[in-house]
T-cell receptor
C-alpha cells in the first residue's frame, strides 16, 4: 500500500508568512509524529498524536508552531510568522502505536523542505 | 533520557560486513534500542530494535552486550545502497517519540 505522503515537498516562504504542511499517514496508523531536521543534523521531535489526541507537544519550539489532526488521520503542521531559523526539513511519521513496552516502527514520509527567505 | 554515542563516520567495502557500534551506558532496564537509517534526501527508515536479546531480520542483526551498555548493528553484506546515516536510538519507556543523535555516516565503496 501507499506510504506516508507529505505535501508540498518544497516550500519557499518570505519571512513573516504563515505556512501549512500536510501529512497523510498510512491508513489505519494510530500514531502520528512530526520531526524537524536542520541541515546536517538528526531529526528532532516536535509533537505526537494518538488518533486525534495530541499527547506530546514538548518539542514545538515556540507558540508559532501548531499541529492538528482533527479526525485522527491527516495532520497539518502550521507555522505562523515564519522566521529564517524555521528553515528545515519537516518530517512526518506514522505507526500502528504501542504494544506492551515496545512501539511499532515509525514509517517516515519524504519530508517537506521549508526555506524561509 | 539515555544518550547514545556513535562514531561520526565509517567506511565499508561492498560485500563485506558493516559493523556499526553504539554506546548507551546510561540505558535503563526497560528501554529499547532502535536503529534507523536515512539515505540522502529521504525520510528515516526503520531497521531493527531490541531489548536484551540479539535480534535478526532480513535487513540486519543487532547484538546487545549483556550489560546493555552498548550494541552493534551488523549489515552482513553491505551494498552501495546501504550508504546512509545510521542512527542508534534509545527509546524512553514512557514515550513513543524517538530522540535522534547525529548518527554514523556509513560510506560503502566498490
Amino acid at each position: 500500500g501507499a506510504g506516508v505522503s507529505q505535501s508540498p515537498r518544497y516550500k519557499v516562504a518570505k519571512r513573516g508568512q504563515d505556512v501549512a504542511l500536510r501529512c497523510d499517514p498510512i491508513s489505519g496508523h494510530v500514531s502520528l509524529f512530526w520531526y524537524q531536521q536542520a541541515l546536517g543534523q538528526g531529526p528532532e521531535f516536535l509533537t505526537y498524536f494518538q488518533n486525534e489526541a495530541q499527547l506530546d507537544k514538548s518539542g514545538l519550539p515556540s507558540d508559532r508552531f501548531f499541529a492538528e489532526r482533527p479526525e485522527g488521520s491527516v495532520s497539518t503542521l502550521k507555522i505562523q510568522r515564519t522566521q529564517q531559523e524555521d528553515s528545515a526539513v519537516y518530517l512526518c511519521a506514522s505507526s500502528l502505536g504501542t504494544s506492551g513496552g515496545a512501539t511499532y516502527e515509525q514509517y517516515f514520509g519524504p519530508g517537506t523542505r521549508l526555506t524561509v527567505t | 533520557d539515555a544518550k547514545t554515542t556513535q562514531p561520526t563516520s565509517m567506511d565499508c567495502a561492498e560485500g563485506r560486513a558493516a559493523n556499526l557500534p553504539c554506546n548507551h551506558s546510561t540505558i535503563s532496564g526497560n528501554e529499547y534500542v532502535y536503529w534507523y537509517r536515512q539515505i540522502h534526501s529521504q525520510g528515516p527508515q526503520y531497521i531493527i530494535h531490541g531489548l536484551k536479546n540479539n535480534e535478526t531480520n532480513e535487513m540486519a542483526s543487532l547484538i546487545i552486550t549483556e550489560d546493555r551498555k552498548s550494541s552493534t548493528l551488523i549489515l552482513p553484506h553491505a551494498t552501495l545502497r546501504d550508504t546512509a546515516v545510521y542512527y542508534c536510538i534509545v527509546r524512553p519507556y514512557n514515550t513513543d517519540k524517538l530522540i535522534f543523535g547525529t548518527g554514523t555516516r556509513l560510506q560503502v565503496f566498490p
